[in-house]
């Protein structure tokens, strides 16, 4: 079994990806190409939990991932991203 993990957008993810300007979204897949390549730390050491959620959130500047770590997969699945306040940690409706 390979110690590489991976990281990949849900739909509702890719969406609000989308809507980022072209900055954001350079930070974002920056960052979670450095925390899937990371040799010394596992991805899940980067999650922080979530009061009441069944995921954990992962801080990029202004931004709030939601986040599930499948390790059987090693995918590091983006569940949502918002901009820090607001609605950054409400559920998703999709």
């Known amino acids: 079994m ?11 993810a890719d969406r609000q990806f ?9 930070r974002i897949s920056s960052k979670l190409d450095e925390i899937v390549a990371d040799q ?13 959620a069944p995921h954990q959130k992962l801080r990029i500047g202004p931004f709030r991932l939601g986040c599930r770590a499948a390790r059987s997969e090693q995918v590091l699945y983006v569940l949502t991203i918002t901009k820090r306040g607001g609605d950054a940690y409400r559920g998703d409706d999709d």
């Open 40 to 52: 010394w730390r596992n991805p899940m050491d980067y999650l922080e939990p979530l009061e009441g």
């Open 2 to 12: 390979s110690d590489e993990w991976d990281w990949e957008f849900t739909d509702t």
């Open 18 to 26: 989308d809507g980022l300007d072209e900055y954001a979204q350079d």
